[in-house]
T-cell receptor, first 112, second 114 residues
Framework: SQELEQSPQSLIVQEGKNLTINCTSS?????LYWYKQKYGEGLIFLMM?????EEKSHEKITAKLDEKKQQSSLHITASQPSHAGIYLC????????????FGQGTRLTINP | EAQVTQNPRYLITVTGKKLTVTCSQN?????MSWYRQDPGLGLRQIYY???????DKGDVPEGYKVSRKEKRNFPLILESPSPNQTSLYFC?????????????FGPGTRLTVL
């Protein structure tokens, strides 16, 4: 079965600094999703990547899917307190599986 | 506003007392799903539904039931809750295929079974 490993598990950065979160899959990724979760709350959809080499940006967040489609990175530029939360990557484990499998999450803390 | 709603948001109950967590979406999505989130185990799928009257088991279906009588609603039923069902539950919906179309999640229901 497919597994997603996120690194780091937690991250504390100074406000204004850049940061990167990685998501590595044990199998080829057919669709990779990034979500953000405030502690104990719902998941907010950030971005979806499907093609190898694809890169998408939304405000100060950029996500990439590598050419071999087994790793994705999420990069935040000039971090702000509003970026704090848990970032989860999710993937379709097999075409037609009708579910997403998720990484364990990366807890991001932004210090003022 | 397009959204997935869940009720209740918080629930404390006792072992064996039947309960239902409701889920509703207003996006005319065909696909709906239930996940539970536990520390160290992450998010795991309980059940999903591809359309009205079509449901199937996910990875952890034991102790749960679902129904899909209307397109917009997908309730999760715990016939006889046990403490190991204490968890944070999420409902999700997508336009069509789970892996192709973006899944939108509800705000979560925090369930405690004593």
């Amino acid at each position: 079965s497919q597994e997603l490993e996120q690194s780091p598990q937690s991250l504390i950065v100074q406000e204004g600094k850049n940061l990167t979160i990685n998501c590595t899959s044990s199998k080829t990724l057919y669709g990779l999703y990034w979500y953000k979760q405030k502690y104990g709350e719902g998941l907010i959809f950030l971005m979806m990547l499907q093609k190898g080499g694809e890169e998408k940006s939304h405000e100060k967040i950029t996500a990439k899917l590598d050419e071999k489609k087994q790793q994705s990175s999420l990069h935040i530029t000039a971090s702000q307190p509003s970026h704090a939360g848990i970032y989860l990557c999710g993937a379709d484990p097999d075409r037609g599986a009708q579910k997403l499998v998720f990484g364990q999450g990366t807890r991001l803390t932004i210090n003022p | 506003e397009a959204q997935v709603t869940q009720n209740p948001r918080y629930l404390i109950t006792v072992t064996g007392k039947k309960l239902t967590v409701t889920c509703s979406q207003n996006m005319n999505h065909e696909y709906m799903s239930w996940y539970r989130q536990d520390p160290g185990l992450g998010l795991r799928q309980i059940y999903y539904s591809m359309n009205v009257e079509v449901t199937d088991k996910g990875d952890v279906p034991e102790g749960y039931k679902v129904s899909r009588k209307e397109k917009r609603n997908f309730p999760l039923i715990l016939e006889s809750p046990s403490p190991n069902q204490t968890s944070l539950y999420f409902c999700a919906s997508a336009l069509g295929l789970a892996g192709t179309d973006t899944q939108y999640f509800g705000p979560g229901t925090r369930l405690t079974v004593l």
